[in-house]
Each structure stands twice: as C-alpha cells, then as structure tokens.
C-alpha cells in the first residue's frame, strides 16, 4: 500500500501506540499482542493489527510484537528516529511550561529556541532558554533551519505569527491559541484547545 | 436522528465550529455560510453541513446559518449553556497555566480548585486559589459535585490519580500525563499529549 494513501486517523493513533510501547519497554517488557496493546490504551485489538500492518508484517502468529523492534518501525514511520528541534514562539505561563517540559526527550523533539514580542521578556531566560524577539524570529529559525514550531500567543497575534513562521520554512505548527490558522496546503497544523476537548465530553454528561 | 448515535469524530468536530462562530460574534457578525466557515477552519462546507444537519434545520438557503442562533444551538448540543467547574490535579508548569489560563471564560468552563500531593506546595497560592492536598480530594470534589477534572500530574501518578478521581464522582478527565488511563466506561478522558500531535505532522515531514 501507498504511504501517501493511509488515512490521517490511522497516522494518528501510531503516537498512540508507540508511547504505549515505548512504556511497556521502559517496564522491561519484550512482548505485546494485540490485546495487551488495546487494554492499555482503549483500542481494540482488531484495530491495533488493521492500523499497523498497513505498514508492513510487524507480529506474529502467538508471540505478538516484538516491542524494540515494533518501537523501531514506528520511529521510523513517524520520522521520529532523528530529533527535530521546535521553536516555541510566545512566553506566557503555556509557552514557559512547555520549554520546560520534560516529556519532549525520546521522542523525536528538543526544543531550540523560544521566543517573544514583548521588550520586557526579551533577553531574560526560561530555563536554559535566552528569550528572543520575534522580530529576529524568522531570520534565527531560517539560520537554523527549524522546520517545527509551537504556538503559544493569544489569539489575536496568532494568525500573524503563523504567517511568519511559514514564511521562516516552518512546515509543522503545533498550535495552542484557540484559533483556527489559515496556512498553505503543505504546512502541517495540529490544535491544542483545551476548551475544544473538554466541550467534546461534556456533549456526553 | 438519536442523538446518542451520532458518531463521536462529528461530536468532536462542533467545538471546531462553536469556536470559529464565537469568534465571528466576537466581530460582529451576524450570519456566515458553510462556504465561509469551512474557509476559516479547513473544513469543507458539505463536511460542515451535513455535520450540523444532524441536530436540526439550522441554516437557511441563500442567508446561510444565523451565527447568534447557531451558537445557542450548539451550546445546547455540547452542554455547555451552563458553566462547569473543573478540579485540576497537579501544580506543575501545565497545571499554573492551565489554572491561569483566561480561554475558558464564556466557554463553559471555570476552575474552582486545584490540587497537589507536595506538602509543600499545598497551602500557596496559584492566582486566586490556594492549592489543596490530594489528601482532601475526593471528598472536596464530592462536597462541590465537580463532574470534570484535567490530570497534570507525571505519568507515573497519573493511574492513581485517576482512580481517586472516579471514586470522587469525576464523569470527564482532561489528561495532560502522556499515558493511556484505565477507567470504567461512563468516564470519559480526552487526552493532551504534545508529543502525539508533533509525530502526526512529523510523518508527513
């Protein structure tokens, strides 16, 4: 099968799956079926097998997967057996957290440089970061040839910023403010909105 | 249509479109067509009416949807024409933020209590609230009937967390920790794992 063709919900849940792995590796854990799989995440097995032999013939008939060589594969797949550093670009209290967050190594990200359009925050230091204005923001990320960005200003600026970042060669935004972004067709958007999830299950309550 | 029929990925999809109307309310703006809300959020207008078309006669051919009436609507749909009080579970960065965080006013949201199981942060002060000890969760969250929580503890407290929060009478989780939870069917967990939304795009990369 054509990778190109696989559906976007299926490339969804490989995240998914690969944390669960990579978990069950942190335990010491050499072997999962399908099953297990699906009991740690809420995915049912058939769906597991579905999604993961569209790439190829990964487990086997009574032993399952082999969990380093699956997490292997899934690396590979996902473009996350290298590190991709991020920019992160707005230092209010979601930005600082998330140039402080611990989560990133491992799993193909390491966060670069941060930036902010405020005069005041510029040139103080989150963690290990310096903070930088955003006016030099599409030079540095051009320099360093950063491809991955997290978004994380209000609203209002983040069109502007997104139309920034694009022009930066800024192919995948990870975006926190609670605004649709208008981007080319080749630059990847995904949403952080936490009102969006929470609305999602009370539709439920 | 029942309503308990319709399928989830739709259910998911109407935050999406409350969020872009709200923003056009917030302009001013009195009615938008499918055409033009599929242009703001990268939806296809059929997508979009057929999605709406599951709860009702809404929109109006040649005028397109009333954004005051569908706003109400949707609110309706998705519960949130009343306000829900969120417990949040861990004081780290993404915990401050989130208690920090203005995006919920109007939204349906407020957070009333925050909650750490470090003695010595319990007791300080996070904006207006003062952080209570796990300790005291699940009957503070029973006394306040909160029926919605978001999880910012580390993964390796975030199971256990979880099924206090249950215990306490929490029907949705919001999960910041990257891991899968196990809880009974009527709960339901949405989960915030920067880390799967960077690998979606990264395999496209």
């Given at each position: 099968m054509?990778?190109?063709?696989?559906?976007?919900?299926i490339?969804?849940r490989?995240?998914?799956?690969?944390?669960?792995?990579?978990?069950l590796?942190?335990?010491?854990?050499?072997?999962?079926?399908?099953?297990?799989?699906?009991?740690?995440?809420?995915?049912?097995?058939?769906?597991?097998?579905k999604?993961?032999?569209?790439?190829g013939?990964?487990?086997?008939?009574g032993?399952?997967y082999?969990?380093?060589?699956?997490?292997?594969?899934?690396?590979a797949?996902?473009?996350?057996?290298r590190?991709?550093?991020?920019?992160?670009?707005?230092?209010?209290?979601i930005?600082h957290?998330l140039?402080r967050y611990?989560g990133?190594?491992?799993?193909g990200?390491?966060?670069s440089?941060?930036?902010?359009n405020?005069?005041h925050?510029?040139?103080?230091k989150?963690?290990?970061?310096?903070?930088f204005?955003?006016n030099?923001?599409?030079?540095?990320?051009k320099q360093q040839?950063?491809?991955?960005?997290?978004?994380?200003?209000?609203?209002?600026a983040a069109?502007?910023i997104?139309?920034?970042l694009v022009?930066a060669?800024?192919?995948?935004?990870?975006?926190?403010?609670?605004?649709?972004?208008?981007?080319?067709?080749?630059?990847h958007v995904?949403?952080?909105?936490?009102?969006t999830?929470?609305?999602?299950?009370?539709?439920?309550?």
């Open positions: 054509n990778a190109d063709k696989i559906p976007d919900i490339i969804g490989l995240p998914v799956y690969l944390r669960a792995l990579q978990r590796a942190d335990k010491g854990v050499l072997n999962a079926s399908s099953q297990e799989l699906g009991e740690m995440i809420g995915i049912s097995a058939a769906q597991i097998r999604d993961i032999s569209q790439f013939e990964f487990g086997k008939q032993t399952g082999s969990i380093p060589f699956l997490i292997e594969q899934l690396r797949i996902l473009n996350v057996d590190v991709w550093e991020i920019a992160i670009v707005g230092m209010g209290d930005g957290a140039a611990n990133f190594a491992n799993r990200f390491h966060v440089m941060v930036f902010d405020d005069s925050k510029v040139g103080q989150v963690g290990d970061f310096e903070i204005s955003t030099s923001m599409v030079e540095k990320i040839k950063i491809k991955v960005a997290a978004l994380t200003v209000p609203a209002s069109q502007e997104a139309d920034l022009k060669g800024i192919k995948a935004i990870l975006n926190y403010a609670p605004i649709s972004l208008n981007v080319p067709d080749d630059i995904q949403y952080i909105d936490p009102v999830h929470l609305q999602r299950m009370t539709y439920y309550l």
